[in-house]
């Protein structure tokens, strides 16, 4: 079996153990280090330092081998690590509604689900809208206190690399990844009053109070429509594909250690 990833679990593997890989302003700081003419012996060891680290084979981190050994479990055992989440079910339920508010955002009033389905060598995956024109990625979010009100760019390195993962299936070389905050479904909000009232050992029985405060939490008819989205632009680039190449070859290798071992 050759193992492929999904995009939405791309970014599992794309992380980095930052005790020995360098970062962005550690390789600025080694090419100031490398145009000095003269050292100090403090800034010699660190030249010398940041030079192994950029020079060191790249490797999977310590969150991308669990993320392995999770994938191994599930082709050779069956075994599953989650089976659905609040959050996911809330994106399924009201996709097709976030799907339309990033239309109107966008101004792209005509975006319609995506049903097809990618695979290269190297990865899988079905973006939500995607069409000659324009990808999209829609993350719904679970509420107003979730939602990315005030963020500038974008924060969730797994959110960008599916978003990666899918220009690169579809031949996109930039996507926009959208945050829709939408009405919760009234089960969903029934669920929570009962996850709560437990937690609160109200036995089952929600009382007024936890169903009072329940509401209000997802009650979003106070926040402006053009404020319940959220939009931020990817881009992709060759050193992308290459990285994701890169990762994917080595956590095939070590699918394969585990498999031996």
């Known amino acids: 079996m050759k193992l492929k990833i999904r995009a939405s679990s791309l970014g599992k593997i794309m992380t980095s153990d930052n005790a020995s890989?360098?970062?962005e302003k550690q390789s600025i700081e080694l090419d100031r280090l490398l145009g000095l003419i003269k050292l100090t012996e403090t800034q010699a060891k660190l030249r010398d330092?940041?030079?192994?680290?950029?020079?060191?084979?790249p490797t999977l981190s310590t969150g991308a081998k669990t993320y392995v050994k999770e994938l191994f479990m599930y082709h050779e055992f069956g075994v599953r690590q989650e089976i659905n989440s609040k959050y996911l079910?809330?994106?399924?339920?009201?996709?097709?509604l976030a799907i339309e508010l990033a239309g109107i955002?966008?101004?792209?009033?005509?975006?319609v689900k995506n049903d097809e389905y990618f695979e290269n060598e190297f990865?899988?995956?079905?973006?939500?809208?995607?069409?000659?024109?324009?990808l999209i990625d829609v993350k719904s979010s679970w509420s107003a206190a979730t939602f990315p009100f005030f963020d500038a760019e974008l924060k969730n390195s797994l959110y960008e690399w599916q978003l990666k993962a899918y220009m690169w299936l579809t031949g996109h070389t930039e996507g926009y990844l959208v945050y829709c905050l939408v009405p919760t479904p009234e089960d969903l909000i029934l669920d929570e009053m009962r996850r709560v009232s437990w937690k609160?050992?109200?036995l089952g029985e929600v009382s007024i109070e936890t169903e009072a405060e329940v509401r209000v939490y997802f009650?979003?008819?106070k926040i402006p429509t053009d404020k319940r989205v959220k939009s931020f632009k990817v881009e992709l680039t060759k050193k992308d594909v290459a990285d994701m190449k890169e990762k994917v070859y080595l956590a095939r290798n070590y699918y394969k250690q585990i498999k031996q071992r």
């Open 21 to 23: 890989t360098i970062t």
């Open 49 to 57: 330092k940041l030079e192994l680290k950029r020079n060191a084979p």
């Open 89 to 96: 079910d809330k994106g399924n339920e009201v996709e097709d």
């Open 105 to 111: 955002y966008l101004d792209q009033p005509d975006l």
């Open 123 to 134: 990865l899988t995956g079905t973006p939500d809208v995607c069409n000659d024109e324009v």
């Open 200 to 202: 609160r050992g109200e």
């Open 219 to 221: 009650d979003i008819s």
